[in-house]
């Protein structure tokens, strides 16, 4: 089975930073679409970013230039780097991936992980 971990939340003041990060473990071949979305309090959830394994990543405009997803495919590991966050940032931060758990199969599963809490302060 695979899991995902995401760390790194917590509470900023506006225009601050803040980089979470997202260990994906267990039985994994290859990480290919990694994203990050966010849920805001009383919201429906949105993307945030999405990143194609050999594609460039791309962002919602309300976080261009702001946010910045990276990935460490040797620790499978998925960054998102969060810079001048806004009171509009906070919301809970949630990773996904789709993984080819076998070299035998081309079949992708989409796994997601539990949440971080982000909150910005004005």
């Known amino acids: 089975q695979v899991q995902l971990v995401e760390s790194g939340g917590g509470l900023v003041q506006s225009g601050g930073s803040l980089r979470l990060s997202c260990v994906a473990s267990?039985?994994?071949?290859?990480?290919?679409?990694v994203a990050w979305y966010r849920q805001p309090p009383g919201k429906e959830r949105e993307l945030v970013a999405i990143?194609?394994?050999?594609?460039?990543?791309n962002y919602a405009d309300s976080v261009k230039g702001r946010f910045t997803m990276s990935r460490d495919s040797a620790k499978n590991t998925i960054y998102l780097q969060m810079s001048s966050l806004k009171p509009e940032d906070t919301a809970v931060y949630y990773c996904?991936?789709?993984?080819?758990?076998?070299?035998?199969?081309?079949?992708?599963?989409?796994?997601w992980g539990q949440g971080t809490q982000v909150t910005v302060s004005s």
């Open positions: 267990g039985t994994i071949f290859r990480i290919n679409t």
């Open positions: 996904s991936a789709d993984i080819r758990i076998s070299s035998s199969s081309w079949e992708e599963f989409t796994f």
């Open positions: 990143g194609i394994a050999s594609d460039s990543t």
